[in-house]
């Protein structure tokens, strides 16, 4: 049984994504949190499974989504897919990749809340920023990342729209 916990600011996402989780028969939600600084006290306090069989593999489809940012050997790469966004079409199909996932890789799966945080100088924070804390802190425990993480998107400006981080750690 994988245990989840659920990060999101927005009710409904947070609904949505326990409805769908809960379809998988492997998976139980253990809690939601509504931000942030919920998500690290839930993550300690809950403590969800943080972990993926590379035997079974891990597939993804992306529909108009940002990338899964792999850390991997000090290194950062952005995982994404040709996908159309949801809704576009209604027969479009999607595509699902192959993830390889080894012991010590993180991922993050990140909405653009968090990307498209702007300063006073109307500059974007960008994905490049989050991947570089990505790349610098991945060997810290989950909560310390993703406090990293929303840190550096408070620096740079203030939000506008949902910030929600999914971390998955490979631990073997």
Not at 43 to 57: I, Q
Request: aromatic share 4%.
């Amino acid at each position: 049984m994988t245990r989840i916990l659920i990060a999101d600011d927005s009710q409904p996402v947070r609904c949505g994504l326990r409805t769908l989780l809960g379809l998988n028969s492997d998976w139980q939600v253990r809690g939601e949190a509504v931000d942030g600084a919920d998500a690290v006290e839930k993550a300690h306090e809950l403590a969800p499974d943080r972990t993926f069989s590379p035997a079974e593999g891990v597939r993804y489809s992306l529909a108009g989504h940002l990338p899964i940012l792999r850390r991997r050997h000090l290194e950062v790469e952005l995982l994404g897919d040709q996908n159309l966004p949801i809704g576009v079409f209604s027969d479009t199909p999607f595509q699902s990749t192959r993830l390889e996932v080894c012991t010590g890789d993180v991922l993050a799966i990140i909405t653009d809340g968090l990307t498209e945080v702007f300063n006073r100088r109307g500059e974007e924070l960008g994905i490049e920023a989050i991947s570089e804390v990505l790349r610098v802190t991945a060997d810290r425990p989950l909560k310390e990342i993703a406090a990293k993480i929303f840190n550096r998107a408070s620096q740079h400006g203030s939000h506008i729209d949902d910030q929600s981080l999914l971390l998955i750690r490979e631990t073997g």
